[in-house]
Nanobody, 131 residues
Framework: QVDLVESGGGPVQAGGSLRLSCSAS????????????MTWFRQAPGKEREGVAA????????FYADDVKGRFTISQDNARNTVDLQMDNLKPEDTGTYYC????????????????????WGQGTQVTVSS
C-alpha cells in the first residue's frame, strides 16, 4: 500500500503562485520511489479530472498539459520522497481539487493522463484562484 498526501493548496489571487507537495509513504511491489510515474491531476467544478503534470521519479521525463506549460513546474525532492508542483501566474480556470497519483511504470506521452493507469491516489488539496 502506498499512501499519498497532498499539501499546499489554498486561496490565491490571479497572477499569484502556489506550491503543492505530494508526499509518498508505504510500500508496494513495483512502486519504489525512483521507479514510478507521479502525476498531478486536477478536477474543476463540474468537469472531469484531467492530468496537469507528470514526472518519472527516476529522473528525466516530464509532461505537462498544454494550458499549464510555462506556468507550472513539476519537480522532485529525493530527500523527502515528494513530488512538488510549482504553480505560477495562476488563473481562475486553474481552480479545482488537485490530486497526486502514482503508478509503477515510466511516464509515457500516450498514457500519463489516463486515470485508469494509476494505482494509488491522494485525497486531494483545494486550489481556489480568484480574479
Amino acid at each position: 500500500q502506498v499512501d499519498l498526501v497532498e499539501s499546499g493548496g489554498g486561496p490565491v489571487q490571479a497572477g499569484g503562485s502556489l506550491r503543492l507537495s505530494c508526499s509518498a509513504s508505504g510500500r508496494s511491489p513495483g512502486h519504489t520511489y525512483g521507479t514510478t510515474c507521479m502525476t498531478w491531476f486536477r478536477q474543476a467544478p463540474g468537469k472531469e479530472r484531467e492530468g496537469v503534470a507528470a514526472m518519472f521519479t527516476g529522473g528525466g521525463s516530464e509532461f505537462y498539459a498544454d494550458d499549464v506549460k510555462g506556468r507550472f513546474t513539476i519537480s522532485q525532492d529525493n530527500a523527502r520522497n515528494t513530488v512538488d508542483l510549482q504553480m505560477d501566474n495562476l488563473k481562475p480556470e486553474d481552480t479545482g481539487t488537485y490530486y497526486c497519483a502514482v503508478k509503477g511504470a515510466r511516464c509515457v506521452s500516450w498514457s500519463w493522463q489516463r486515470e485508469i493507469t494509476y494505482d494509488y491516489w491522494g485525497q486531494g488539496t483545494q486550489v481556489t484562484v480568484s480574479s
